[in-house]
């Protein structure tokens, strides 16, 4: 599986993708790491490993679709076949879309379809959630809303902050995101309509 990945910033996922492609649990490779924002530190993950890098700044191109195409047209060059949304702060629209048919895969902070879209942390503290956590998901045109690939629930604490429910779930995150790429590597996720066979748990 070749992927192209997608971020904004801090890029941990990204970091966690690599690390379980280095320690041979995740069978993958990361061939480009591109950004909408220059100089965050995700990128620093795919430079130091001399992965190629690009930033690709929305102000450049006309809207949403011209932007993708954009992407799309990187991500192929590049001879990626799954695209990782790790911490993209941006919606994708079809343009991207249908380049990777059931190729692009996003993981939120929340138990989808609860606390979608910006800070679903603090949604679900906010709501007085008892239960929490995160989910990896096929993207389609709606936001935090494709096929569910894979979740694994945190529990809320009393005295969590944003912050300290945030660092639980990141860790969990970071378990998650390999193993359901493992997955896909495998061959093992057969979609029907929005219902999965062979995720995770
Ligand atoms: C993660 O919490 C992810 O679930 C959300 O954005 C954050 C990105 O963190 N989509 P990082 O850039 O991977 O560290």
Same mark, same amino acid.
């Given at each position: 599986?070749?992927? %192209?990945?997608?971020?904004? *910033?801090? %890029? ?11 320690? %041979? ?14 100089? +965050? ?15 690709? #700044? ?16 990187? /991500?192929?060059?590049?001879? +990626? ?8 702060? #941006?919606?994708?629209?079809?343009? /991207? ?10 993981? =939120? ?29 096929? +993207?389609?045109?709606?936001?935090? =809303? *494709? ?8 529990? +809320? ?23 359901? /790429?493992?997955?896909?590597?495998? %061959? #093992?996720? =057969? ?8 995720? /995770?748990?």
């Amino acid at each position: 599986m070749i992927i %192209g990945c997608l971020i904004s *910033g801090r %890029g941990s996922n990204l970091e966690a993708i690599l690390r379980a492609i280095e320690r %041979g649990t995740l069978t993958a490779s990361v061939r480009i790491v591109i950004s909408n924002r220059p100089d +965050v530190p995700g990128l620093h993950h795919a430079t130091s490993r001399a992965i190629e890098t690009a930033v690709v #700044r929305p102000a450049d191109y006309a809207d949403r679709e011209d932007y993708d195409r954009a992407l799309a047209q990187r /991500l192929r060059t590049a001879g +990626v076949d799954t695209v990782v949304l790790a911490g993209f702060d #941006r919606i994708v629209t079809s343009a /991207l879309l249908h380049q990777f048919p059931n190729r692009v895969v996003n993981i =939120h902070p929340a138990l989808l379809p609860a606390f979608p879209g910006l800070h679903a942390q603090r949604q679900a503290l906010q709501h007085g959630a008892r239960i929490t956590g995160v989910t990896v998901h096929l +993207v389609d045109e709606q936001v935090d =809303h *494709g096929p569910i690939l894979g979740q694994i629930a945190v529990a +809320v604490r009393e005295d969590d902050t944003e912050a300290t429910l945030a660092a639980r779930i990141l860790e969990e995150e970071h378990r998650l995101f390999p193993a359901v /790429l493992q997955r896909m590597a495998d %061959g #093992r996720l =057969h979609i029907d309509g929005r219902r999965v066979q062979g995720g /995770l748990p």
